[in-house]
């Protein structure tokens, strides 16, 4: 340990800018970053410093521990009431012809054919369909855990639910508690986008704004429910507006302590009205997760979303702060690759994501949900997973 805290302790002495030294030595004493300190990170801060800094909170958090998931994704629908710009995947309700509606009976056979294999979550989003209402999900859910009750049920983002109880003409209070005790056990954190207004204007103007977003995921907290929380970086935001949209989420985290874990989504300008935008590069990406780390000081856990990144990006990431690769996913509709996912068919056997982890001098450990550890991997012979089904 004293040979870990003189390296990051060199690393801070390194730097010849007052102001950045003040925030690695905040840092190396645990001490939370302002905004303005979060904010000054972004503008003037090396990538190896901030890297630095943030492999070291992040290492005190986990060690080496790399956490992920067997998990599978269903999507109900991409047809949705709501025209989000930097959206590829949706299909507006009037061309509905052109998406896909999945039938309750069509969605349990998904679930059905996991029989057998040891998932532990669903995850369950789409888009905004007027017929799917909240008691059509309701009936979803009740049917999925009737016939996998231990099946975690992660669904419906804050955009979704929001729709659902304005339709449903109940409270969020009363929806939330109507999921919860169908079966919901937790929720994703789709739909937060950039919680500024000056952004969410110009580019997912008519869905649920910041306030919207964060009052159903308090609500959910406060019925024991954890949920995650996203932001869609790298398009027309400035770097104050990143600082803005987490400093909310770490205002929330103070009072509810319901937040699992922080992924930022890499905007993809394939097939949407941002075609224009030019993405963020690789270094921009490790600056984001670097700086993540460090300002979200009251989230546990840190995830780089393999799917958007790419599998080099994502073990890239694991030395800037990030510490779980979310999970197996099996993007049955596709949803993740007409978005502009490095991935064209994501899905990763645990074998493959065991070794992704390895590569890179990480330990594997798959976890569930709520991050209860399932197995620790790090002592795993690949070559005898690879030729062994549970694993593939």
Same mark, same amino acid.
């Given at each position: 340990?004293?040979?870990?805290?003189?390296?990051?302790? !060199?690393?801070?002495?390194?730097?010849?800018?007052? &102001?950045?030294?003040?925030?690695?030595?905040?840092? =190396?004493?645990?001490?939370?970053?302002?905004?303005?300190?979060?904010?000054? =990170?972004?503008?003037?801060?090396?990538?190896?410093?901030?890297?630095?800094?943030?492999?070291?909170?992040?290492? !005190?958090?986990?060690? %080496? $521990?790399?956490? @992920?998931?067997?998990?599978?994704?269903?999507?109900?629908?991409?047809?949705?009431?709501?025209?989000?710009?930097?959206?590829?995947?949706?299909?507006?309700? #009037?061309?509905?012809?052109?998406?896909?509606?999945?039938?309750?009976? !069509?969605?349990?056979?998904? /679930? $059905?054919?996991?029989?057998?294999?040891?998932?532990?979550?669903?995850?369950?989003?789409?888009? /905004?369909?007027?017929?799917?209402?909240?008691?059509?999900?309701?009936?979803?859910?009740?049917?999925?855990?009737?016939?996998?009750?231990?099946?975690?049920?992660?669904?419906?983002?804050?955009?979704?639910?929001?729709?659902? @109880?304005?339709?449903?003409?109940? +409270?969020?209070?009363?929806?939330?508690?109507? =999921?919860?005790?169908?079966?919901?056990?937790?929720?994703?954190?789709?739909?937060?986008?950039?919680f500024h207004p000056e952004i969410r204007s110009q580019i997912c103007d008519d869905? /649920?704004?910041?306030?919207?977003?964060?009052?159903?995921?308090?609500?959910?907290? %406060?019925?024991?429910?954890?949920?995650?929380?996203?932001?869609?970086?790298?398009?027309?935001?400035?770097?104050?507006?990143?600082?803005?949209?987490?400093?909310?989420?770490?205002?929330?985290?103070?009072?509810?302590?319901?937040?699992?874990?922080?992924?930022?989504?890499? @905007?993809? %300008?394939?097939?949407?009205?941002?075609?224009?935008?030019?993405?963020?590069?690789?270094?921009?990406?490790? $600056?984001?997760?670097?700086? #993540?780390?460090?300002?979200?000081?009251?989230?546990?856990?840190?995830?780089?979303?393999?799917?958007?990144?790419?599998?080099?990006?994502?073990?890239?990431?694991?030395?800037? *702060?990030?510490?779980?690769?979310?999970?197996?996913?099996?993007?049955?509709?596709?949803?993740?690759?007409?978005? *502009? +996912?490095?991935?064209?068919? &994501?899905?990763?056997?645990?074998?493959?994501?065991?070794? =992704?982890?390895?590569?890179?001098?990480?330990?594997?450990?798959?976890?569930?949900?709520?991050?209860?550890?399932? $197995?620790?991997? !790090?002592?795993?012979?690949?070559?005898?997973?690879?030729?062994? &089904?549970?694993?593939?």
């Amino acid at each position: 340990m004293e040979t870990i805290i003189t390296g990051i302790r !060199q690393v801070i002495d390194s730097i010849n800018d007052t &102001p950045l030294k003040n925030i690695g030595d905040k840092i =190396l004493a645990g001490e939370r970053i302002t905004p303005e300190e979060g904010l000054l =990170l972004f503008e003037k801060a090396p990538l190896p410093y901030t890297g630095a800094l943030a492999n070291w909170v992040r290492e !005190q958090k986990h060690g %080496n $521990k790399t956490y @992920f998931n067997r998990n599978f994704h269903i999507e109900p629908t991409n047809v949705c009431v709501f025209a989000c710009k930097f959206c590829a995947y949706s299909r507006l309700y #009037a061309h509905r012809e052109e998406g896909w509606e999945l039938s309750t009976e !069509q969605m349990l056979d998904i /679930v $059905k054919s996991y029989d057998g294999k040891p998932v532990t979550e669903v995850h369950i989003v789409g888009g /905004v369909h007027p017929k799917m209402n909240l008691y059509f999900f309701i009936d979803l859910i009740e049917k999925i855990k009737a016939h996998r009750p231990n099946l975690h049920v992660k669904g419906f983002t804050a955009v979704e639910l929001d729709y659902m @109880f304005r339709k449903a003409k109940v +409270s969020i209070e009363e929806g939330m508690k109507l =999921l919860n005790t169908a079966g919901l056990d937790s929720m994703p954190g789709g739909g937060a986008e950039i919680f500024h207004p000056e952004i969410r204007s110009q580019i997912c103007d008519d869905k /649920v704004n910041a306030d919207g977003w964060l009052y159903i995921h308090k609500t959910a907290h %406060n019925l024991g429910m954890h949920t995650n929380a996203t932001m869609l970086y790298g398009h027309i935001e400035k770097y104050w507006h990143r600082i803005d949209h987490m400093d909310r989420l770490r205002q929330l985290q103070d009072e509810t302590h319901g937040f699992n874990t922080f992924i930022p989504l890499k @905007f993809r %300008n394939k097939d949407n009205d941002m075609s224009y935008v030019k993405e963020s590069t690789v270094i921009e990406d490790m $600056k984001l997760y670097a700086v #993540a780390r460090l300002y979200m000081d009251n989230f546990p856990h840190l995830k780089a979303y393999w799917p958007m990144l790419g599998r080099q990006n994502a073990q890239l990431t694991l030395s800037f *702060g990030v510490n779980d690769l979310d999970g197996t996913i099996d993007d049955t509709t596709k949803i993740y690759s007409m978005a *502009g +996912s490095e991935e064209q068919n &994501p899905a990763l056997s645990t074998t493959q994501l065991v070794s =992704l982890i390895k590569q890179v001098n990480r330990e594997p450990v798959e976890r569930d949900t709520l991050y209860n550890i399932v $197995k620790n991997y !790090q002592d795993a012979d690949v070559a005898e997973m690879e030729v062994n &089904p549970l694993y593939n």
